[in-house]
């Protein structure tokens, strides 16, 4: 069975930078699209990003795009979100997920099959 391990929440100012990895380990999710979604206090796990395994396409939320870019090293098996700009809004737990999923439907938790257990960004104003 296949794990994902976040890191690289934190706390930050409004308009500073954080770069968020998500490692798999136990299996190597080939041919899986990875996503990143969030969820803050009070609210349900909404999407962010997410990448095909090729890295040749990538989708974003509305509320993240021009700011976070996605990107994945399938030899090192990891992901990556780089979010910069960042604002109060974007305070939540960072998940990322693994799936074989349409890519071009919207996606949703559901269409993932794994899941980390979460990483804490906080943006202070």
């Known amino acids: 069975q296949g794990q994902l391990v976040e890191s690289g929440g934190g706390l930050v100012q409004a308009g500073g930078s954080l770069r968020l990895s998500c490692a798999a380990s136990?299996?190597?999710?080939?041919?899986?699209?990875m996503g990143w979604f969030r969820q803050a206090p009070g609210k349900e796990r909404e999407f962010v990003a997410a990448?095909?395994?090729?890295?040749?396409?990538?989708k974003y939320a509305d509320s993240v795009k021009g700011r976070f870019t996605i990107s994945r090293d399938n030899a090192k098996n990891t992901a990556y979100l780089q979010m910069n700009s960042l604002k109060p809004e974007d305070t939540a737990a960072y998940y990322c997920?693994?799936?074989?999923?349409?890519?071009?439907?919207?996606?949703?938790?559901?269409?993932?099959?794994?899941w980390g257990q979460g990483t804490q960004v906080t943006v202070s104003s």
């Open positions: 990448i095909t395994w090729s890295g040749g396409s990538t």
């Open positions: 136990g299996r190597t999710f080939i041919g899986y699209v």
């Open positions: 997920a693994a799936g074989r999923v349409v890519f071009t439907a919207t996606l949703t938790p559901s269409n993932f099959l794994a």
